[in-house]
């Protein structure tokens, strides 16, 4: 069925005047806060996120086997054993190595809670050696840890997140007060009768029919699901999430982006198609970078490699002359803040206090091109001025606000100290572009031998 075209106001009309492309005229790029460069490599899909110039977050989506980048899957799985003392599972869901399915992570039904709540029963009372589940990856394993699951399977769609048999209803957080609104009411129109939505923030200002129909199809898509888990219970994949690279267009595109620029004609096609389908007035947005007709590859082209090899060094230099240095152990990340040949105009505790502005800046952004996780320290030079100390903190936050990934941030303690932890989703970038030194096992050095 043909969609009707949507009512506009003369500013919207303005706009697609001036957006019409007339015969002969060259397309002027849209204009937009980030660019997104895709390269695809023999094993990888890098993908490099750049506002302005400077890249600000690096992702690289292995090829996708029965093993790796399996997030967002849904599997039947078998629980092998259950560790009441660890309060988890491990899950056999048809891989190599068990997943895990922490106590928290289980779903029951109101028959199963027999006059009590879930939170009164020991994990051995929910779930058994045997059991069949239907489980979803929300977290690819991570060195030795195996891949965790939930019962709380979600299919996200461009608009909208389907919670099958709940009966949850959410709004974005992320949209104003006046959008969250509108979507209140008309939630209950597009709301299928046995599943939960969590409407999200792409939807702002999208018609109702527009959400209905990608309600619609994600209930479509569970349907299948279902019928596929009916055919047997061994444990098996029985749903494979989109490609990596697509799915991060579905979480990231919209309006700020000026455009996504990719070098491979099958993942450009494939990109396309999909952006057709689900936003169309991006669409063009989408760029074919032609390898063999270009002087330089897309990565040198748009400086990423000169940036990935500067964001895998220990030290970050700052505008003004000051430096970070970033240490990752296994337990903890630490940042030490230094002013180096900053050597200001005034006083010390003014130039002190300029650099661990400059250095809050610099360290959120640091997190998220490294997506580094985990607990974080923070060593800032050491401030006199309690309001000195109080606006480098507020500095910190505000710079991490821009982060889609969770963060929780301390005040800075009297040594300087600022502790925070921040969702550990991925492996990190140094772990996903580089392999363990077979010589020192990635100690970084070599013992002598002979001694």
Known sequence: MEASAPVMDGDDANRARKGRRRGGERRTRAQGRYLMCVHTAKDA??????????????TVAKAADETNQIDGNIYVGRIQNVLPGMELAFVDIGIPKNAVLYRGDISLNDDDLEGTTSSDKRIEQMIRSGQTVICQVTKNAIGAKGARLTQEVS?????????????????????????????????????PDRHGIIIRTAAEGVAADDLARDVTSLCEKWDAIEAEVSKSNQPRLVYRDLDLAVRVLREELNEDFRGVIIDDADLYNKVRDYVLAVNPELADRIEFYDRSSEELPLFERYFVHEQLHRALDRKVFLPSGGSLIIERTEALTVVDVNTGKNVGTTNLEETVFRNNLEAAEEVARQLRLRDIGGIIV??????????????????????LSRDKTRTQVFD???LGLVEMTRKRVNEGLLESVSKVCAVCDGRGFVVATGL
């Open 45 to 58: 899909t890098h993908i490099a996120t750049l506002e302005g110039r400077t890249m600000v977050e690096y």
């Open 155 to 191: 299919l996200p769609g461009r608009f909208a997140v389907l919670v099958p048999n709940s009966s949850t209803i959410g709004i974005s957080k992320r949209l104003p007060d006046g959008e969250r609104r509108r979507l209140r009411k008309i939630i209950d129109d597009v709301k």
């Open 378 to 399: 923070i060593d800032f030079i050491d401030m006199e001025t309690k309001a000195h100390r109080e606006a480098v903190a507020s500095a910190l936050r505000q710079a």
């Open 412 to 414: 800075i303690s009297e």
